[in-house]
């Protein structure tokens, strides 16, 4: 597609509740990242794929969170037994990610608009 | 990577340029400078970036010291479409790969009509 597309763009989910929320990268981009933004803060990373690798998940807060890519395209973040300090925008990007050749700008992210998780 | 500090907030009248700061003291040498804007509700999105030369493109301009400690983001004829928050990022960039970027908290600039 176009741009990275994530859906829900908005999920209220009652404390406990396990979600899952979708991420579709721009076609043929080899990276894809998830961000965590509460509010009023900037973006903190969670996890990086390249392919279906999951090669840095150094960021996800807690063992409740868990990130797929099974097959180097769609990624899904899933949180289990959600808390309220859950509660925040998770955006999704992706990258090119392979050598360029030096191609102004081909390695840059971007991100979808975020899904906005509400947890009550 | 290295550490980057931003005033919290700028206004500028529509139609001047709108000139951001960014003191990246401590940054090393093989250490880019990149800026993503943020519009409400929607995700970052790539500015520009640039290592030690000037760098312009269809959006902005990027100018750095010569000491590298500091760079300043030229947006030439603000619109209130551009009212966002902004953030300086300085970070090694790799061939290809983990584009993973540290976000501080930014400078959150409004055009005023």
């Known amino acids: 597609g176009a741009g990275v597309s994530q859906s829900p763009r908005y999920k209220v989910a009652k404390r406990g509740q396990d979600v899952a929320l979708r991420c579709d990268p721009i076609?043929?981009?080899?990276?894809l990242f998830w961000y965590q933004q509460a509010l009023g803060q900037g973006p903190e990373f969670l996890t990086y794929?390249?392919?279906?690798?999951?090669?840095?998940k150094s960021g996800l807060p807690s063992d409740r969170f868990f990130a797929e890519r099974p097959e180097g395209s769609v990624s899904t973040l899933k949180i289990q037994r959600t808390q309220q300090e859950d509660s925040a925008v998770y955006l999704c990007?992706?990258?090119?990610?392979?050598?360029?050749?030096?191609?102004?700008?081909?390695?840059?992210?971007?991100f979808g608009a975020g899904s906005r998780l509400t947890v009550l | 990577d290295a550490k980057t500090t931003q005033p919290p907030s700028m206004d500028c009248a529509e139609g001047r340029a709108a000139n951001l700061p960014c003191n990246h003291s401590t940054i090393s040498g093989n250490e880019y400078v990149y800026w993503y804007r943020q519009i409400h509700s929607q995700g970052p999105q790539y500015i520009i970036h640039g290592l030690k030369n000037n760098e312009t493109n269809e959006m902005a301009s990027l100018i750095i010291t010569e000491d590298r400690k500091s760079s300043t983001l030229i947006l030439p004829h603000a619109t209130l479409r551009d009212t966002a928050v902004y953030y300086c990022i300085v970070r090694v960039r790799p061939n290809f790969g983990n584009e993973k970027l540290t976000f501080g908290t930014g400078t959150r600039l409004t055009i005023i009509p």
């Open positions: 076609s043929g981009h080899v990276s």
């Open positions: 794929f390249q392919n279906e690798a999951q090669l840095d």
């Open positions: 990007a992706s990258s090119f990610g392979r050598r360029t050749g030096g191609i102004t700008g081909a390695n840059v992210l971007t």
